[in-house]
């Protein structure tokens, strides 16, 4: 069974590029997250979608982050402008179930570097 | 708000000897809590949670955790330890349907 798919794996950019990240969840798994993880830190949860909906999005900081699970299977997260605070490891995860007791498998993470 | 906490940035132990990681918790009511291990350049793995039931929780590789509701502990534990368990791990409490992790902590085993 393939596991959550992460692209790209590195980034560079440069301050004020817009930037975008994309996952895979498992098949067939209805809940996707994307957390951010700063250096020596645990993951924060971004937004959580069941399906195509964002159920929880109160951690995503909307002026600059946007993102979408359009037919509730794939997402994109997109930052614009990157900032250099922005630099971090972005982890998606995917869950079939919505409670949170429910095992998540994550994926390798993009790390990335705003210059 | 929920929370854990993991005291200890990074704990030490020779292989064979039993491994201990901390965790405590801060939470209202009945707490969901998690261990997670991540291996340099590689995504979390779940390693096991605690829901209800049975204090001792047995997990992937070996790994145990004991939940203790007076001392609100969550330690994960492991008989003998391998060169191999060498990773940051991690603790987590479930807080209104998401994850909360705790800071992590860095598990160096030497032979």
């Known amino acids: 069974e393939a596991g959550v798919v992460q692209s790209p794996r590195y980034k560079i950019i440069e301050k004020k590029q817009p930037v975008a990240f994309w996952c895979n969840p498992i098949?067939?798994?209805?809940?996707l997250y994307w957390y951010l993880q700063n250096l020596g830190q645990g993951p924060e949860l971004l937004i959580r979608?069941?399906?195509?909906?964002?159920?929880?999005d109160s951690q995503l900081p909307k002026d600059r982050f946007s993102a979408e699970r359009l037919k509730g299977v794939d997402s994109t997260l997109k930052i614009q402008p990157a900032e250099l605070g922005d630099s971090a490891v972005y982890l998606c995860?995917?869950?079939f179930g919505s409670g949170a007791y429910n095992e998540q498998f994550f994926g390798p993470g993009t790390r990335l570097t705003v210059l | 708000a929920q929370s854990v906490a993991q005291p200890e940035d990074q704990v030490n132990v020779a292989e064979g000897n039993p491994l201990t990681v901390k965790c405590t918790y801060s939470?209202?009511?009945?707490?969901?809590l998690f261990w997670y291990v991540q291996y340099p350049n590689r995504g979390l793995q779940f390693l096991l949670k605690?829901?209800?039931?049975?204090?001792l929780v047995k997990g992937s590789y070996g790994f145990e955790a004991e939940f203790n509701k007076s001392q609100t502990s969550f330690h994960l534990k492991k008989p003998s330890a391998l060169v191999s368990d060498s990773a940051l791990y991690f603790c987590?409490?479930?807080?209104?349907?998401?994850?909360?992790f705790g800071a992590g902590t860095i598990l160096r085993v030497k032979s």
């Open positions: 995860a995917s869950s």
């Open positions: 098949s067939g798994h209805n809940t």
């Open positions: 979608y069941e399906n195509e909906e964002a159920v929880d």
């Open positions: 939470v209202s009511g009945n707490p969901y």
């Open positions: 605690y829901i209800t039931g049975d204090n």
């Open positions: 987590a409490v479930e807080n209104g349907n998401k994850l909360v």
